[in-house]
C-alpha cells in the first residue's frame, strides 16, 4: 500500500471502545468474573451481510467515474431519480464533500448551493455534517440541531427513513450513522421467521478513494463515485425536464425542519440554563463526577465557546473559514454550530463562516495548528482555530512559523517591498484554545467510570494544567487573552477576529467531569423541549367553538349606543347590522373594495361588520399549528387523518364554522340582531347553515337564536345552495319514483366524486405545505410553489379567465392566497376537505325565506348561473341577478355593482338590478370592460412567422440559428435618477409629455426619472439581454407600479416554464428577431401569452424587445448594431436598403418651455440660461429643438428666433426646429407663423420642421380623431405657411388605433402621405420606441424613408443611458438607409441625457457624445454587448496600487521562469491572477515598450486593438475569445515608484484592473510582474462550461503567459533590428508570427478560422 500510494501507512487495530471494561476480558482487573463471553455473531451482525447472504441480492451497486470530462452516467441518473419517485420518507446526510482528484476547483458556497437546490427539488430535509458551514447557516432545507433532533427517542424510533442519499463521506455525527443503520436493519416476518427486508435504500455519491472507509457499517447499497455537485446537477436537470411526471409532494419527514426551527429559537437559552445550573452545583459545593471544584474555577463551558463564536461570526460582513480541531471541539461543534436565529439561516449574507476544516482520521492530535495555518492561506480568509489543551501542546512550535510571519509582514509602502526580499505574510489565525486540562473526550465513554482502577487520569485525562499557554504564546510573541466566563470569552473573541492578525484566546473552562455535566443537562433540556413541542397542552375541540372569532368593524353605526340595557328594546333594535362572510382562502379584508361603496350608499344606520371564518386570516389556529406537521412526519398524528365520523370533532364542517360565527358575534354586545348576511362562495353556504339552525332551532345555538329571525336578508354570491329538487313535487305521491331515484343516484354519484376531487385537492395543498418548510419565506420559489397551484385552481372555468381580464388584481390575489397558504396551508386544506359540499347538508336551501334572499352569480361563471337560474325556477319568489362581465370572482371582478346590489337589496327588499334583463337574454354582447388597457402594439397571433429576406439584406449566410423558445430567468432593478432644469438650478423639469402635462406650472414638474433595468437571461445562463422599462408620466398610460406588476408576472412565467422545461414561446431563430419584420412582435405577444398578460404595457413591451433583441445578438457574437444591420428587413418587397452605418450619428439639443421669452437685444443672455451645454462650452448641435405652444404667438416666435441666433452664432450649418405638441388651433398656428414672417425670420431654411403644430382634429360627422383628417389640416396650414411639419403625437394615436398591427397603419399612412397630391408638408415621423416598441419604430422609419420619402427621427422619452442606447442603434440603422431618393436625414432626438443628474450606464450615455453633439454609436453598442445587472451595479472606482490586495507569494528572487497564482472570488464571479516572467532587458527597455498601449496587440493577439480616445486619457480596448469579442474602455497612469510600471481601471464594459511593475534584476535583467483582477463576462464564461478548459487555469497558464513570453520576444526582435541584426530579428518575429498564429487558433472555435479565411 506504501509503495503504490507513495506515502506514510498508518494501522489502526481496532481494541475495544477505548479499552473499556464493557467486552472481553477487563484490563488491569483480575477479580473473578472480569471477563465476557465473546460474541462471533457480530462481525456478520451488519446490514450489508443481511442482504446479500438472505435477500440474494448485490452488495452494492456502484458507478464510477474518474472526473468530469466523462460526463454522468445514465444508469445513476436513473436509477436514483427511481428511488427517489419511490421515495416517501427520504433524507439528505452531507458529511465530507470533496471532488474528484481530476475536477475543476469548485467553491464551497457553490457546492452548497447545488445541494440546497437539489434538497428543494426533491423535497428532502438535509442533515448536515459540521463541514458544511455553507448548508447550516443559509439553506432553509437544513435541520437545525440535528444531533438534538434524532437523539429524542420519539424521532429516533419513528423516523424509519425509506431512503438516505449520503452526500460525501465520512460523517462527524454519530447519531446519523444510528439511524441508518436501524433503518437498513428492518425486517419484516415471512411465515415464521424474519427476513432481512429492504425498507431504506442508503444511496452514497462520493468520489471513490481506494483508501478510505467509506462505508464502516455496510450499509450503502449504491455508490456513485463522482463530483456531487455535477451529478446532482444533472439529476436537477432530469427532474426539470420530467417534473410533471415524476416529483409528487416531496418528504413526508420535512417538517423535521420545524422540529429543528423550534429548538434552534431556544438552544442559546438551553445552552446558557445548563451551564448556569452546573456551575451553580458545584459553586455550592456539590460533586460532580467525584469531583469538586476549587472556590475560583472558571464559569464558562464548552458549549458556551460555541455560542459565542457562533454569535460572533454571524454578526461578521466579511467571509471567513474555521478549522475545528477533533475530540471535543469538532464534537461540540457537530451538535452546537449552527445559527442561532431562523431569520439569520433563511438570509443569505456575505460575511460569516464560509468553509470549515476538520482535521480527522489517521492524523490523530498531531499537527493541528500546522493544518489549521495552511488551510488559513489556502483559503484566503482570516480563519480561526478551535482547538483543545492537548492537542495545543502536541505541535505548539507551530506558533513560531506563525509569529515570524507576522513579525515580517508585507511592507506598509505598497504591494512590493523595497529590498531584494519580498516577505511572506503571516496568516490572520486566531487560535481558541478550549483549556479542560487535558482529554475531555474520554470522560465521555465508559471507562470513564473506573476511574483509578483503569488508570483513567494517566491514560485518558492526560491532565495539562503545569503547563502555561500564557507563557508560551509570550515566547512566541504573539498576542494573548484568557477567558473564564461568556461575556469575557465573547468580548475577546470579537476582539481577536477584528485586529486580523494572529493571536491566542485560552477560552479556560469548567473541569472535564462537569463538562460531562453541562452536556447531558443540555441534551435532558433539549428532549424536556421537543416533548413540550410534540405534546402541546390540547384545547377541547369544543374550545374551538367558543373561541372569539376576529372580526372587523367596517363602520358602525351612527346612532347611540344601543347596546345599553337603560335604552327601551324597540329602540335599540334601530341600529342595524350587516354582516359580511368572506370564502375559501380568502380573510375578513377581501371585503374591503366592497365596502368604500357600501359606505357611501348604505343608511348610516347599518354598521358593517366582516368576520375571519375557522381556518383563515387571524381565527385560531386548528391544524396549521407546526407541532401538527411535525407528530403527523413521525406518524403521530397526520394532517388528514380524519375520516368521515370525525368531521363532527374537527370544528371545520359548514354547520361547526355557522356556529363558531354565530358564538363570535353574540358575544358583541353592540350587536343585537343580524339584519342582513351577505356571504361570497364558502361564506355563502355558512350563511345558509346559520338560516337552517335558526329555522329548525338546532341545540347548537340556542344561545344565539336572537341573532337571526325570517327578517334576516341573505344575499349568496355564487353560493353553492345544495341539491335543489323541485319543491312542487316535494312529497306528492303522483311523482314517477323511478325517475326521482334515478336523479337522487346520480346527484349522489356526484357527490361522491366531488368529494373525491376535494380530498385529492386537499392533500396536495398539504403535500404543497409540507415542501415548502424547505424554501426561504418570503423567496421567488416560496411563490412559486403556490403561484403553480393557484394559477391552476383559478384556470377553472367558473373564473371567466379572471387572469386575462383583470391581471393587476389578479397578481394581487395570488400574491395574498400564497401568503395565506403558506401561513395557514393545512387549515385551508381541512376546510375544503371538511366543507366539501360532498360532507354536509345539502337541503340547506330548504330553509331560507325566499322574499328576503338573494342570490348572485357573474355571467362568465355559467356554473353558478345555471344554479341560479335553476333555483329560480325551483323557488320563483327567490331574487337572483347575474352580473355582467364578472365571473366567480365577484369581490374582484365588480365590487361596485357588488356593493349597489347589496344597497339596494337590504333597504328596498329586492335588487334594483334584478328588473334588468341579462345580456344573455337580450342578446347583447357584453359591455367592452372600461379598465381594458388598449395595448397599441398588439399583433394578433395567428399570423405565422415568416422571414423572406430580400436579395441585397445582407442577411448572415449562417445555418439557421438556435431556437430561443426557451429563457432562463428575468431580473430586474429599480433606478431613480433626478432631473435637472436647464440653469440646473432646481431639481425637475416642467413642460415634458403630451396634453396636459405639457404645461409649465409646477404642477407639472418632473423631479425624476424611476424605472427598471431589466435582464432576461438565456436558458443555459451563458448569456444575458439588457432593457430598460421607465414609463414616463403624461406620456405612457401605465404607471410604473403597473409595470413592475407585469414585470412579476413575466418573471414568474419564465421561472416556471424554465422549471419545467418547457418552451416559452414559438420555435422562432435569433437571426429572425433581429430582421424586425414582425417577428419580434410575436415573440413579445407569445411570451405575454404564457404569462397570462392579456394587454402588454407599452414600456414593458419595449424593455422586453431589447432584451430579446440583446440576446439575439449574442447567439452572432455580433454587437447589437452590427447583429440588426446584418439580419434587418423589413418586409417581404421592401428589404431595407442599407449602406453601412457610420459610427457618428447627430443628435439635436433641446430647449424646453421653462425659458423665458427674449427680445433680440437681450437674446444672448437669455440663450446662456437656455442652452446650459452650450454655457458649459461642451457641445454645440448641429440642431436643437425648441418646445413653444405654452406662450402666445408672439413670444413663441421670438423664442424661435433667440434660439436661430444662438445656432449661428456658434455653427453656421445649424439647424433649429420646433414642437407644439398639438397646443394650437388653425388660428393659433397661423398666428405663430405670421409672428415669425414679422420678426423679418429670413433665415426661414433653418427651421427644418414643427412637431405637431395643430390640436387634435376630429371628424365632423363621427366625431372621431382619424389620421386623414389631420393631415389635411396639417396640409393646409403648411401651403398657408409654408412650413414643414412632422407628425408625433398622431403617429401614436395611429398605432393605438389599430392595436400596432404594422399593415394597418401602413396602409393608412400610404394612404394619407402617398403620392405627389397627398402630403407635401411632412417632414418626418417622430419616433419614440418606449412607446410604440422598437421593431414598430423601425419599420416604420423604413416605411417613411423606402415608401414615402420622408425622414424619421428617433426620439426619447428622457429614458437613462440604456433606453437612449437602444434608440440610438435604431436610429443608426434608419440612416444607413438614406439615399437620394430617401427623405432627408435629421438629427435624432437623445439630447435629454444633458438633463439626468446621473445615470444607469458607467461610463454615462452622455461620455460617447463628442463636443459637436455627435454619439459615437459604435463604440456604445460594443460596450453594449453582453452587459448585464451585475456589471452595471458593481462599477468601482480606481484605487492606487498600494491599495490593491496583496495574494500572491511570488517574489522576484523566486522567478527564473514563468510564475503563476490565481484565485476566485466566492462568488465565482471574480478572478484574481498573478504572474511573473524574467526579461533579458532593462526595466527601462520594458516599461517604454509596453506603456505604448497601441502596440498591445502585437504581444497579445486575443487583443483586436487598442486605441486612445480624444477625451480624458481613456483608451478603449477589444478583444476576441473564441468568436465572443469583448470591449471597454480603461483609464491607466504610468507610475515609477516603488518601481517602473503602469497601472489601470475599466470604466465601461469588461471589469478589470491592474498593474504591471518591471522589478530591476541588473542593467540589463528585470522581472516583470503583472497583477490584475477581472469579472469574468457571463459571455465569455459560458464558452468554457462543459470543456476541459477552466477559466482560472486558462488565464494564468495560457492568456498572460503567452503574453508575457511574446512580449519578450517581441521587445528582443526590436531591439536586434535596431542594432543591426535583421537575421536574429527576423528570426525572431517568424518565431512570433508561429506563436501569434497558434494563440490564433486556440483562441477560435474549430473550424472557426477556416470559415472566416
Avoid at 437539489?118 to 447550516?136: C, D, E, K, S, Y
Avoid at 483549556?435 to 474520554?442: L, V
Avoid at 440612416?1375 to 444633458?1394: R, V
Wanted: charged share 20%; hydrophobic share 40%; glycine share 8%.
Amino acid at each position: 500500500m506504501a509503495k503504490e500510494l507513495r506515502g506514510p501507512v498508518h494501522l489502526n487495530i481496532q481494541f475495544r471502545e477505548n479499552l473499556a471494561p464493557d467486552t472481553g476480558a477487563i484490563r488491569n482487573d483480575d477479580r473473578e468474573g472480569s471477563t465476557t463471553t465473546y460474541n462471533a455473531r457480530r462481525f456478520t451482525d451488519v446490514p450489508g451481510f443481511d442482504r446479500w447472504s438472505s435477500g440474494g441480492n448485490e452488495w452494492m451497486k456502484s458507478y464510477y467515474f474518474s472526473n468530469r470530462a466523462e460526463g454522468i452516467h445514465a444508469d445513476a441518473v436513473s436509477d436514483l431519480a427511481g428511488l427517489i419517485m419511490k421515495s416517501k420518507r427520504g433524507i439528505i446526510v452531507v458529511g465530507n464533500v470533496r471532488g474528484t482528484a481530476c475536477d475543476d476547483k469548485v467553491s464551497e458556497a457553490e457546492t452548497a448551493n447545488v445541494i440546497s437546490h437539489f434538497a428543494q427539488t426533491i423535497g428532502f430535509p438535509i442533515i448536515a455534517g459540521v463541514q458544511n458551514a455553507g448548508l447550516r447557516f443559509d439553506s432553509p432545507a437544513v435541520i437545525p440541531f440535528a444531533e438534538h433532533v434524532l437523539k429524542h427517542p420519539s424521532v429516533s424510533k419513528k423516523l424509519k427513513p425509506d431512503l438516505v442519499i449520503q452526500i460525501g463521506a465520512p460523517l462527524v455525527s454519530s447519531e446519523v450513522p444510528k439511524i441508518i443503520v436501524d433503518a437498513t436493519k428492518e425486517r419484516r416476518k415471512v411465515g415464521d421467521s424474519w427476513t432481512p427486508y429492504e425498507s431504506c435504500h442508503h444511496i452514497l455519491i462520493h468520489p471513490h478513494h481506494p483508501s478510505e472507509r467509506h462505508d464502516p457499517d455496510y450499509t450503502v447499497t449504491h455508490r456513485i463515485s463522482a463530483d456531487a455537485s455535477s451529478f446532482l446537477k444533472t439529476l436537477v436537470q432530469f427532474f426539470d425536464v420530467n417534473r410533471s411526471s415524476t416529483l409528487q409532494g416531496g418528504s413526508e419527514l420535512t417538517p423535521l425542519v420545524l422540529l429543528g426551527e423550534a429548538l434552534q429559537s431556544e438552544m442559546p437559552e438551553i445552552i446558557h440554563t445548563a451551564s448556569e445550573r452546573i456551575v451553580s452545583s458545584l459553586q455550592h459545593g456539590e460533586s460532580i463526577g467525584g469531583a469538586k471544584e476549587s472556590v475560583k474555577m472558571p464559569v464558562l463551558t464548552e458549549p458556551q465557546i460555541t455560542l459565542a463564536m457562533t454569535e460572533v461570526m454571524s454578526e461578521l460582513q466579511s467571509p471567513m473559514s474555521l478549522f475545528i480541531s477533533n475530540s471535543m471541539p469538532v464534537r461540540d461543534a457537530e451538535f452546537f454550530l449552527y445559527p442561532m436565529s431562523v431569520n439569520h439561516q433563511r438570509k443569505r449574507k456575505a460575511g460569516g463562516i464560509r468553509s470549515v476544516a476538520v482535521n480527522r482520521g489517521a492524523s490523530g492530535i498531531d499537527g493541528i495548528i500546522s493544518s489549521a495555518a495552511g488551510y488559513g492561506e489556502a483559503t484566503e480568509r482570516p480563519t480561526t482555530l478551535l482547538i483543545g489543551d492537548l492537542a495545543t501542546l502536541h505541535d505548539i512550535n507551530a506558533f513560531h512559523t506563525i509569529a515570524r510571519g507576522q513579525a515580517s509582514s508585507s511592507h506598509p509602502e505598497g504591494f512590493f517591498q523595497t529590498g531584494s526580499l519580498r516577505s511572506q505574510r503571516a496568516p490572520p489565525l486566531t487560535t481558541v484554545i478550549v483549556n479542560n486540562d487535558g482529554g475531555g473526550i474520554f470522560s465521555f465513554l465508559p471507562v470513564a467510570k473506573h476511574g483509578n482502577d483503569v488508570g483513567f487520569d494517566d491514560f485518558f485525562g492526560t491532565p495539562t494544567n503545569s503547563f502555561s499557554f500564557e507563557q508560551g504564546a509570550k515566547a512566541f510573541g504573539l498576542p494573548f487573552k484568557s477567558a473564564s466566563a461568556y461575556d469575557q470569552f465573547k468580548k475577546a473573541y470579537k476582539g481577536a477576529i477584528g485586529s486580523s492578525q494572529p493571536s491566542i484566546i485560552e477560552a479556560q473552562v469548567v473541569g472535564r467531569e462537569a463538562n460531562v455535566a453541562v452536556h447531558r443537562e443540555i441534551s435532558k433540556l433539549a428532549e424536556e423541549l421537543i416533548d413540550k413541542f410534540l405534546n402541546p397542552h390540547k384545547l377541547e375541540r369544543e374550545n374551538n367553538l367558543a373561541l372569539m372569532l376576529p372580526s372587523k368593524v367596517y363602520r358602525a353605526s351612527t346612532l347611540p349606543d344601543y347596546s345599553n340595557p337603560a335604552i327601551p328594546g324597540n329602540y335599540r333594535r334601530q341600529g342595524k347590522t350587516l354582516l359580511l362572510l368572506h370564502g375559501w382562502m380568502g380573510d375578513k379584508h377581501e371585503w374591503e373594495e366592497v365596502v368604500m361603496s357600501l359606505i357611501d350608499t348604505l343608511p348610516a344606520d347599518w354598521k358593517i361588520v366582516a368576520i375571519d371564518l375557522p381556518g383563515h386570516g387571524e381565527a385560531p389556529i386548528i391544524n396549521s399549528e407546526r407541532y401538527q406537521s411535525v407528530r403527523g412526519a413521525l406518524g403521530m398524528e397526520h394532517l388528514s387523518s380524519f375520516v368521515d365520523d370525525d368531521i363532527l370533532d374537527s370544528g371545520l364542517s359548514i354547520d361547526h364554522m355557522a356556529a363558531a360565527v354565530l358564538n363570535s358575534v353574540i358575544k358583541d354586545p353592540t350587536i343585537q340582531h343580524l339584519d342582513a348576511i351577505c356571504g361570497y362562495s364558502l361564506g355563502g353556504r355558512v350563511a345558509l347553515s346559520m338560516s337552517r339552525a335558526f329555522a329548525t332551532q338546532t341545540s347548537e345555538i340556542k344561545e344565539t337564536a336572537p341573532l337571526i329571525d325570517a327578517d334576516t336578508k341573505l344575499i349568496l354570491l355564487g353560493s353553492d345552495p345544495g341539491m335543489l329538487l323541485d319543491r312542487k313535487h316535494k312529497n306528492v305521491q303522483e311523482e314517477d319514483s323511478k325517475s326521482t331515484t334515478e336523479r337522487i343516484g346520480l346527484q349522489i354519484e356526484a357527490r361522491k366524486k366531488r368529494m373525491d376531487t376535494d380530498d385529492r385537492l386537499s392533500s396536495k395543498i398539504s403535500s404543497i405545505f409540507t415542501h415548502s418548510h424547505l424554501l426561504s419565506p418570503g423567496s421567488i420559489a416560496s411563490v412559486l410553489v403556490w403561484a403553480e397551484f393557484l394559477n391552476k385552481w383559478y384556470d377553472a372555468p367558473l373564473w371567466g379567465s379572471l387572469k386575462m381580464r383583470q391581471p393587476t388584481k389578479y397578481q394581487d390575489m395570488i400574491m395574498k392566497r400564497a401568503n395565506s397558504l403558506s401561513q395557514r396551508g393545512p387549515d385551508i386544506a381541512s376546510v375544503l376537505r371538511y366543507a366539501s359540499p360532498s360532507r354536509n347538508s345539502n337541503v340547506d336551501w330548504q330553509y331560507i325565506n325566499p322574499p328576503n334572499t338573494l342570490f348572485v352569480a357573474g355571467t362568465f361563471d355559467s356554473k353558478y348561473s345555471g344554479i341560479g337560474k335553476q333555483w329560480k325556477e325551483t323557488v320563483p319568489e327567490l331574487d337572483f341577478i347575474e352580473v355582467p362581465d364578472a365571473g366567480h370572482a365577484l369581490l374582484i371582478d365588480a365590487p361596485c355593482a357588488i356593493a349597489d346590489i347589496i344597497s339596494d337589496f337590504v333597504v328596498s327588499g329586492k335588487s334594483l338590478l334584478s328588473s334588468l334583463p341579462s345580456l344573455e337574454a337580450s342578446g347583447n354582447s357584453p359591455a367592452p370592460l372600461t379598465d381594458r388597457a388598449l395595448d397599441l402594439n398588439r399583433v394578433p397571433n395567428t399570423i405565422p412567422f415568416v422571414v423572406k429576406p430580400g436579395k441585397d439584406s445582407g442577411v448572415l449566410s449562417t445555418p439557421p440559428s438556435p431556437s430561443m423558445s426557451k429563457l432562463g430567468s428575468l431580473e430586474y432593478e429599480q433606478f431613480v435618477i433626478s432631473l435637472l432644469s436647464e440653469d440646473n438650478d432646481k431639481k425637475g423639469v416642467a413642460g415634458i409629455g403630451w396634453g396636459d402635462r405639457a404645461g409649465v406650472d409646477e404642477n407639472n414638474r418632473q423631479k425624476e426619472r424611476v424605472g427598471f433595468i431589466i435582464n432576461i437571461i438565456s436558458d443555459d445562463g451563458s448569456m444575458v439581454g439588457v432593457g430598460e422599462v421607465s414609463p414616463l408620466p403624461g406620456l405612457h398610460q401605465e404607471t410604473i407600479s403597473q409595470a413592475e406588476d407585469q414585470l412579476i408576472q413575466i418573471m414568474i412565467a419564465i421561472e416556471l416554464f424554465s422549471t419545467n422545461g418547457s418552451k416559452l414561446t414559438p420555435d422562432v431563430g435569433a437571426g429572425q428577431l433581429l430582421s424586425m419584420d414582425g417577428s419580434l412582435s410575436r415573440y413579445i405577444n407569445a411570451l405575454a401569452d404564457a404569462s397570462k398578460i392579456t394587454r402588454l404595457y407599452h414600456s414593458v413591451r419595449a424593455g422586453l424587445e431589447m432584451c430579446v433583441l440583446s440576446l439575439a445578438s449574442q447567439v452572432y457574437k455580433l454587437p447589437l448594431l452590427e447583429a440588426l444591420s446584418a439580419n434587418i428587413n423589413t418586409g417581404e418587397n421592401t428589404p431595407l436598403k442599407r449602406r453601412r452605418f457610420t459610427d457618428l450619428l447627430p443628435l439635436n439639443g433641446l430647449i424646453t418651455r421653462e425659458s423665458d421669452s427674449c427680445s433680440l437685444d437681450d437674446s444672448r443672455s437669455v440663450l446662456a440660461n437656455a442652452l446650459p451645454i452650450r454655457r458649459k462650452g461642451v457641445i454645440t448641435y448641429q440642431s436643437v429643438k425648441v418646445k413653444i405652444g405654452h406662450l402666445d404667438a408672439h413670444d413663441d416666435a421670438q423664442s424661435m428666433l433667440c434660439a436661430v441666433e444662438d445656432v449661428i452664432g456658434n455653427n453656421p450649418n445649424g439647424k433649429i426646429r420646433a414642437d407644439a405638441n398639438r397646443a394650437w388651433n388653425t388660428a393659433s398656428a397661423l398666428k405663430f407663423a405670421f409672428a415669425l414672417d414679422r420678426l423679418e425670420l429670413s433665415a426661414l431654411h433653418l427651421l427644418e420642421f414643427v412637431e405637431e403644430p395643430l390640436e387634435k382634429q376630429y371628424n365632423q360627422q363621427t366625431n372621431e380623431w382619424s389620421i386623414e383628417r389631420q393631415v389635411q389640416e396639417l396640409e393646409i396650414w403648411h401651403k398657408k405657411t409654408g412650413i414643414k411639419y412632422a407628425l408625433d403625437e398622431s403617429i401614436a394615436d395611429l398605432a393605438q388605433l389599430h392595436r400596432g398591427h404594422f399593415d394597418s397603419i401602413a396602409s393608412s399612412l400610404k394612404k394619407q402621405l402617398g403620392g405627389d397630391e397627398h402630403a407635401l408638408g411632412c417632414a418626418a415621423f417622430v419616433l419614440k420606441p418606449s412607446l410604440l416598441g422598437l421593431e414598430l419604430s423601425l419599420r416604420l422609419a423604413a416605411l417613411a424613408r423606402n415608401e414615402l420619402g420622408i425622414g424619421a427621427v428617433f426620439s426619447s422619452s428622457f429614458d437613462s443611458g440604456v433606453g437612449l442606447a437602444y434608440t440610438a442603434f435604431l436610429g443608426a440603422l434608419s440612416d444607413s438607409a438614406y439615399d437620394s431618393t430617401a427623405g432627408a436625414l435629421y438629427s435624432h432626438g437623445l439630447g435629454t441625457f444633458s438633463m439626468l443628474e446621473a445615470d444607469t450606464l458607467s461610463p454615462a450615455f452622455a461620455s460617447y457624445v463628442n463636443e459637436n453633439g455627435m454619439l459615437n454609436v459604435g463604440s456604445l453598442s460594443r460596450a453594449l454587448y453582453g452587459l448585464g445587472l451585475d456589471e452595471m451595479r458593481d462599477s468601482k472606482p480606481m484605487k492606487p496600487a498600494a491599495e490593491v490586495d496583496d495574494f500572491t507569494l511570488i517574489t522576484p528572487e523566486d522567478v527564473t521562469e514563468y510564475e503563476g497564482v490565481a484565485s476566485t472570488s466566492s462568488s465565482g464571479k471574480d478572478l484574481s491572477v498573478q504572474v511573473s516572467l524574467p526579461l533579458p532587458f532593462s526595466d527601462e527597455i520594458a516599461h517604454s515598450r509596453f506603456t505604448d498601449l497601441p502596440q498591445q496587440p502585437r504581444w497579445s493577439p486575443w487583443l483586436n486593438s487598442v486605441a486612445y480616445l480624444e477625451a480624458g486619457g481613456e483608451t478603449e480596448w477589444t478583444l476576441n475569445i473564441r468568436g465572443v469579442r469583448v470591449s471597454w474602455r480603461a483609464i491607466s497612469k504610468v507610475i515609477d515608484k516603488p518601481y517602473k510600471g503602469i497601472m489601470w481601471e475599466s470604466v465601461s464594459g469588461l471589469q478589470n484592473s491592474g498593474v504591471v511593475d518591471f522589478i530591476p534584476l541588473s542593467e540589463d535583467s528585470c522581472i516583470m510582474k503583472v497583477k490584475m483582477s477581472i469579472r469574468t463576462p457571463r459571455v465569455i464564461a459560458a464558452l468554457f462550461r462543459g470543456t476541459s478548459i477552466f477559466i482560472e487555469d486558462f488565464m494564468r497558464n495560457k492568456l498572460l503567459k503567452w503574453s508575457l513570453e511574446m512580449f519578450r520576444d517581441v521587445v528582443k526582435a526590436d531591439l536586434a533590428l535596431e542594432r543591426g541584426d535583421a537575421e536574429l530579428g527576423d528570426a525572431l518575429f517568424g518565431a512570433v508570427e508561429g506563436r501569434a498564429n497558434a494563440i490564433e487558433a486556440t483562441l477560435s472555435y474549430p473550424g472557426e478560422r477556416k470559415e472566416n479565411s
